[in-house]
């Protein structure tokens, strides 16, 4: 498995890794109905929008299997709400379910965290649903800190976020 930075042709697949991870992960949180409606074609034109923004300061990591091919992928650039304190952020991160557990995620928020160290951030959070136990896990055993809490709707369900901080990136 290796990390790379992601290019255009990488987008459909990241659509697909997008989509079926949300709908392992996000089953029983969010409704079935919504899970059913997303469409990979869709979350990978947004993931081509972000590539195509060109932004130096924010990044899309692949995770590629030899076999597989990309079998996840990361987000990340400036904090967008201003926090005075946590200046980097990890929009998105998704390991396809049949690679989970395998230091896939370990491996991407690695070289997330070390390209937003590179561009000027020294610090970085995050936002996971308070119910999905398996990432806060995840994101506790690589030293995140519980930061605060703030209401999200997503398909019609009323649920909480999770914001994780980490004061000093070079702790991962
Ligand atoms: C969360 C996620 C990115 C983690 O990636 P991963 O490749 O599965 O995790 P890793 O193998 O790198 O795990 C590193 C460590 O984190 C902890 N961890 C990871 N998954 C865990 C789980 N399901 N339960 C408990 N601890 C977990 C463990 O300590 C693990 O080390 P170990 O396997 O040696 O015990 C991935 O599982 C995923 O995409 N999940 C579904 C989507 C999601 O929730 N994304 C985050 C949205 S904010």
New binding site residues.
């Given amino acids: 498995m290796k990390i790379r930075a992601a290019a255009p042709a990488d987008t459909e697949a990241i659509g697909r890794v997008h989509v079926e991870?949300?709908r392992?992960?996000?089953r029983g949180l969010v409704s079935d109905a919504y899970l059913a409606g997303l469409s990979p074609a869709e979350r990978a034109a947004r993931w081509r929008t972000f590539l195509a923004e060109r932004d130096p300061a924010r990044v899309l990591l692949v995770?590629e299997d030899d076999v597989d091919g990309v079998i996840?992928f990361?987000a990340a650039g400036p904090e967008r709400s201003g926090d005075p304190t946590y200046r980097g952020e990890?929009y998105?991160?998704?390991?396809?379910?049949s690679?989970?557990?395998?230091?896939?995620?370990?491996?991407?928020?690695w070289a997330a965290t070390r390209r937003l160290a590179a561009v000027g951030f020294p610090s970085m959070l995050?936002?996971?649903?308070d119910a999905?136990?398996?990432?806060r896990?995840?994101?506790?055993?690589?030293g995140g800190v519980v930061l605060r809490r703030q209401p999200i709707e997503i398909g019609g369900a009323q649920l909480t976020?999770v914001a994780y901080g980490w004061s000093d990136l070079t702790v991962l």
Avoid at 126 to 129: D, G
Avoid at 132 to 135: L, Q
Wanted: proline share 5%; with cysteine; charged share 15%.
């Fill in positions: 991870t949300w392992s992960a996000y995770a996840g990361a990890i998105a991160i998704y390991v396809t379910p690679h989970q557990r395998r230091a896939c995620g370990r491996e991407l928020m995050l936002w996971v649903l999905n136990a398996p990432a896990a995840f994101y506790e055993r690589l976020e």
